[in-house]
């Protein structure tokens, strides 16, 4: 009775650190969870919390524990499992990257902040982008729709089971384009804007040759580009908002 009931316990605990093992990869690049300013220990201890509470409801646990060799490999099979799912949110996260870079560039805010500060390297604006995109996604319970979107990977990727590597390829591909589209989307109105008035100063330019437009135009460019930042600002993080969770739906 004793050995049938240890073999059942350690085959329960090791289901659980398969699950465990897919939900800490996850939170290393989910967005809100696997910030670089969050101290790994907090991160450890969220996913081992997680895990703990979705273990009972996954598919597909052992009912024995594996040789090394296999388990090994359904271990791996799982960190490539959280991995993905992290990359593909942090990719729709860093629409905003883009957004923010661009409006910067057209704008005149393209400040940087210091690698010392933030090692990516990203402008001023793209970052006050990203802070004002996790509070909402704390602000609305899209830190839920994260999580259930971890426990329903299990119906794509069963326990243990490594995803199909052309099938992986090609939805973080998909992912890139749409997230890329989206970031050029929301920059919409200032790349209109920009266009317009930088056609209109090379006219100015052209009557006037001796005269630096563009010198003196500058703070033209940034008066405009905080003006339309404050009017848009509401509308580019909540357009976003739609789109990531719709992503996370399936939709």
Do not use: C
Request: hydrophobic content about 60%; charged content about 10%; cysteine-free.
């Amino acid at each position: 009775m004793l050995p049938m009931f240890a073999d059942v316990t350690a085959a329960a605990l090791y289901g659980g650190f398969l699950v465990f093992a897919r939900v800490a990869a996850a939170f290393m690049l989910l967005p809100g969870f696997g910030e670089t300013h969050l101290p790994p220990r907090v991160k450890v201890v969220a996913a081992l919390l997680v895990a703990a509470a979705m273990a009972g409801s996954v598919p597909g646990r052992p009912e024995l524990v594996p040789m090394p060799a296999t388990m090994a490999g359904q271990i791996g099979a799982e960190i490539v499992a959280g991995l993905l799912l992290g990359t593909v949110a942090r990719i729709l996260f860093n629409a905003l990257h883009v957004a923010g870079t661009v409006i910067a560039q057209q704008a005149g805010l393209g400040l940087i902040i210091p690698a010392s500060i933030e090692p990516e390297g990203v402008s001023a604006l793209a970052q006050i982008l990203l802070f004002g995109a996790i509070s909402l996604i704390f602000a609305l319970d899209l830190d839920h729709q994260l999580l259930l979107a971890i426990r329903d990977s299990y119906g794509l990727f069963p326990l243990g089971q490594l995803p199909d590597p052309g099938s992986m390829a090609l939805h973080v591909t998909r992912t890139v384009s749409d997230a890329f589209s989206l970031g050029v989307r929301l920059s919409l109105p200032f790349l209109v804007i920009g266009f317009v008035l930088y056609v209109g100063l090379g006219v100015i330019n052209r009557a006037m040759p001796q005269m630096m437009v563009f010198f003196v135009a500058a703070p033209a460019f940034t008066i405009v580009g905080l003006v339309l930042l404050a009017m848009t600002l509401p509308v580019i993080l909540w357009t976003w908002v739609g789109a990531f969770d719709a992503a996370l739906l399936g939709e």
